[in-house]
T-cell receptor
Framework: QKEVEQNSGPLSVPEGAIASLNCTYSDRGSQSFFWYRQYSGKSPELIMSIYSNGDKEDGRFTAQLNKASQYVSLLIRDSQPSDSATYLCAVRGSGAGSYQLTFGKGTKLSVIP | DADVTQTPRNRITKTGKRIMLECSQTKGHDRMYWYRQDPGLGLRLIYYSFDVKDINKGEISDGYSVSRQAQAKFSLSLESAIPNQTALYFC??????????????FGPGTRLTVL
């Protein structure tokens, strides 16, 4: 059973601070990693994808991947109240069914003005 | 704009009824997926399709069936709805090949309530 684990939160950060969201996965052969943002009652929105070890930056977002530790994280700099949402980590595994994504249950982020 | 649409957006039905949820996309993607989302359980894959002739079961396919009528259309049916199928249902699409393979894009969702 391929598993993706996230702290459910809520994670509360003050406006302007850095929010750090973490995700671990069980399938060591996993190849592709994604972060989605989901506002309450809305659909998941892809915000970052990362495929190789290291950091990937896009605006205020930085995804970090460490395959040896089976760990992926998302940093949000200069957090804004509009960043308050649930963040879903998704992983494409290896082997049979590897085209499927396994989603974590999400971390709820609250940015306090 | 290229998009993923779902109908209906909300549906209330009764136990034992057959219901169909529809998904259409204008992204030109080959791959389409159906998920359900329940509080505390996250997103779970029901069925997926890589083209019109390729349908695959996901993690929780029991009680559901699908039809891929065209590249752009993928329908989910509940043959005999039961209350524990009450959930938020999402359709998603992804492209084949290239750097963006497996980036999935979601429709707005259908909130289904089975009484």
């Amino acid at each position: 059973q391929k598993e993706v684990e996230q702290n459910s939160g809520p994670l509360s950060v003050p406006e302007g601070a850095i929010a750090s969201l973490n995700c671990t996965y069980s399938d060591r052969g996993s190849q592709s990693f994604f972060w989605y943002r989901q506002y309450s009652g809305k659909s998941p929105e892809l915000i970052m994808s990362i495929y190789s070890n290291g950091d990937k930056e896009d605006g205020r977002f930085t995804a970090q991947l460490n395959k040896a530790s089976q760990y992926v994280s998302l940093l949000i700099r200069d957090s804004q109240p509009s960043d308050s949402a649930t963040y879903l980590c998704a992983v494409r595994g290896s082997g049979a069914g590897s085209y499927q994504l396994t989603f974590g249950k999400g971390t709820k982020l609250s940015v306090i003005p | 704009d290229a998009d993923v649409t779902q109908t209906p957006r909300n549906r209330i039905t009764k136990t034992g009824k057959r219901i169909m949820l529809e998904c259409s996309q204008t992204k030109g993607h080959d791959r389409m997926y159906w998920y359900r989302q329940d509080p505390g359980l996250g997103l779970r894959l029901i069925y997926y399709s890589f083209d019109v002739k390729d349908i695959n079961k996901g993690e929780i396919s029991d009680g559901y069936s699908v039809s891929r009528q065209a590249q752009a259309k993928f329908s989910l049916s509940l043959e005999s709805a039961i209350p524990n199928q009450t959930a938020l249902y999402f359709c998603a699409t992804s492209d084949f090949g290239g750097a963006s393979e497996n980036e999935q894009f979601f429709g707005p969702g259908t909130r289904l309530t089975v009484l």
